[in-house]
């Protein structure tokens, strides 16, 4: 009997997590709670428009732990992050709220998303429809679903729930096999690649540079893990890729959003938190 992944130990988590949940809270009463959340903000539409431009669209991840690296920030404030990444140029968020393996939870979303005006997106493993309807009634604005997580019915099973609550999706691949996968089964605009081998958790660019040439040209490419300096933006910039998701970056740094300024629009020498960026 071979050893568990870690992805699949996850997942084993996730799927006795959803059914505790559901023991306290039913779908219904979710159904009830998502219609009375607030208006998405279109988490979509804000990352197209600005890549149209050419300008980097940067989801800006809020990110605790990772099971790779441990606590990743210790001085974890989700509000005052949020902030710092609205005024450090982001057009997105993303926040973590699995528990068990990323020291994520719900409350953090909540409260990255009354701290600013940014579409959100609830970051985690979803493997159930009540995960989605949860998501949208915790006021996230997108869900991601990860390709190696899913089989294609299940996928299209939590898209089309996602659509029918008004959500929108972020599909994340590693590999050719499951960008095809995501290609034939969902039609969402954002096609993420993670950079970080699932294997043996190495980090390439070259992974999104490789799957490029076979995602479609009315689909937007988010790259995922790796980036870390000036350089690595404009490499992605010069092969027409704008969208980024950047979190353990960002995460490290003592300024959040004066990181992500400095890294995607150094021009701007901006002043966040009384300090003059240059």
Same mark, same amino acid.
């Given at each position: 009997?071979?050893?568990? =992944?870690?992805?699949?130990?996850?997942?084993?988590?996730?799927?006795?997590?959803?059914?505790? *949940?559901?023991?306290?809270?039913?779908?219904?009463?979710?159904?009830?709670?998502?219609?009375?959340?607030?208006?998405?903000?279109?988490?979509? %539409?804000?990352?197209?428009? &600005?890549? /149209?431009?050419?300008?980097?669209?940067?989801?800006?991840?809020? /990110?605790?732990?990772?099971?790779?690296?441990?606590?990743?920030?210790?001085?974890?404030?989700?509000?005052?992050?949020?902030?710092?990444?609205?005024? !450090?140029?982001?057009?997105?968020?993303?926040?973590? =709220?699995?528990?068990?393996?990323? &020291?994520?939870?719900?409350?953090?979303? &909540? &409260?990255?998303?009354?701290?600013?005006?940014?579409?959100?997106?609830? /970051?985690?493993?979803?493997?159930?429809?009540?995960?989605?309807?949860?998501?949208?009634?915790?006021?996230?604005?997108?869900?991601?679903?990860?390709?190696?997580?899913?089989?294609?019915?299940?996928?299209?099973?939590?898209?089309?729930?996602?659509?029918?609550?008004?959500?929108?999706?972020?599909?994340?691949?590693?590999?050719?096999?499951?960008?095809?996968?995501?290609? /034939?089964?969902?039609?969402?605009?954002?096609?993420?690649? %993670?950079?970080?081998?699932?294997?043996?958790? @190495?980090?390439?660019? @070259?992974?999104?540079?490789?799957?490029?040439? *076979?995602?479609?040209?009315? +689909?937007?490419?988010?790259?995922?893990?790796?980036?870390?300096? *000036?350089?690595?933006?404009?490499?992605?910039?010069?092969?027409?890729?704008?969208?980024?998701?950047?979190?353990?970056?960002?995460?490290?740094?003592? %300024?959040?959003?004066?990181?992500?300024?400095?890294?995607?629009?150094?021009? +701007?020498?901006?002043?966040?938190? !009384?300090?003059?960026?240059?």
């Amino acid at each position: 009997m071979s050893v568990p =992944t870690v992805l699949e130990k996850i997942l084993a988590r996730k799927a006795e997590e959803v059914a505790e *949940r559901r023991a306290r809270v039913s779908l219904a009463e979710l159904e009830a709670q998502a219609k009375v959340a607030d208006a998405p903000r279109g988490f979509a %539409n804000a990352l197209i428009t &600005q890549a /149209k431009l050419k300008q980097p669209a940067v989801i800006a991840e809020i /990110k605790k732990a990772s099971p790779s690296k441990g606590v990743i920030r210790e001085h974890f404030v989700p509000a005052e992050i949020a902030g710092s990444y609205e005024k !450090g140029g982001a057009t997105c968020l993303s926040v973590l =709220t699995d528990i068990d393996y990323f &020291q994520g939870c719900d409350l953090y979303l &909540q &409260q990255a998303r009354a701290a600013c005006k940014l579409p959100v997106i609830r /970051k985690d493993f979803m493997v159930d429809p009540y995960q989605i309807v949860e998501a949208r009634a915790l006021g996230a604005d997108c869900v991601l679903l990860i390709v190696s997580a899913l089989d294609d019915v299940k996928m299209a099973e939590l898209a089309a729930v996602a659509k029918s609550v008004g959500l929108d999706v972020l599909v994340e691949v590693h590999d050719g096999d499951e960008l095809e996968r995501a290609l /034939k089964t969902l039609d969402t605009p954002l096609v993420g690649v %993670n950079n970080r081998n699932l294997h043996t958790f @190495e980090v390439s660019l @070259e992974n999104t540079l490789d799957l490029l040439p *076979r995602i479609p040209r009315d +689909r937007l490419v988010v790259t995922e893990s790796g980036i870390v300096n *000036r350089a690595d933006v404009e490499l992605m910039e010069i092969s027409g890729v704008y969208s980024f998701l950047v979190g353990e970056t960002f995460m490290r740094a003592e %300024n959040p959003g004066a990181e992500l300024q400095r890294l995607f629009f150094p021009e +701007r020498g901006v002043t966040i938190s !009384g300090s003059t960026l240059d």
